[in-house]
């Protein structure tokens, strides 16, 4: 087995210290680019870049934090997903805002559209109308969001690195500050950032999954095309939930509550 990381960046590092800590010992690892000591038999890549150019030197592939690098060989890759199953995180989001009955999702990758599609179909059987919006071209959001004149109870930022930036999320907090709704976004740090809560599963988690489905593949022999952890952690601004006049319960199942 070999660990591929697409930079020596601290978020792949962290993945990859989760992994060998689920794993039990540590797994022989290059940056992408440099040469590896032996054909592994496993690849564990973190990070798109290194997924994707990872897909011919090993018979099995984990992609974990690549979002950018869908499946393209049945039953012989295995991707972690960035966050829980759609079902689980709108049961933590419908925990945090009981009265929420229309989510609006923003995305705009194509890679997004399965779990966008996902999202989606759990809303329906959890009663809540998920609206899918996907900015395209990303420039184009604010023109989308001031054209959008159905009600929404909240709205959700995809973990979709094309469109997560500073100008970006900027715009969001004003649209939702405007309609006097929530924003919930996918990244911790972004509660101090304005966002009203965020739903997220560390990247040392993310690498621990790995480890787990990897290991319950190989002893098990059962075959999974797409994992989501289990781990995920609810962050809520409590003064943007008194702003939007919402409880912070114990009910509320929030992780933690920043001031």
Known sequence: MLAVLSS??????????????????????????????????VIVAFGSLAAIQSRDTAPFLVACLAPGARRQRAGNELQIGLLPSPDRLLQRMHKLLPRMRVLRVIWTSEFQEPDVRELVRAGKSQGIAVQSERIDPVGSLPDRLRGMEDPADAVWLMPDPILVNARNFAVLQQYAAAKKIPLLAPADGLVEKGATATFSTSFRDSGK???????????????????????????????????????????????????
Do not use: C, I, K
């Open 8 to 41: 020596d960046s601290d978020h792949y590092r962290q993945a990859f210290e989760g992994f060998n800590e689920e794993w039990g010992s540590s797994v022989p690892f290059v940056l992408l680019g440099q040469t590896a000591p032996t054909r592994p038999d």
């Open 209 to 259: 999954s790995a480890a787990s489905a990897l290991r319950e593949m190989l002893t098990a022999g059962r075959w999974m095309e797409v994992v989501h952890p289990e781990a995920l952690t609810v962050t809520v601004s409590a003064a943007a939930a008194r702003e939007l006049g919402f409880p912070l319960t114990p009910e509320s199942q929030a992780d933690r509550v920043l001031p």
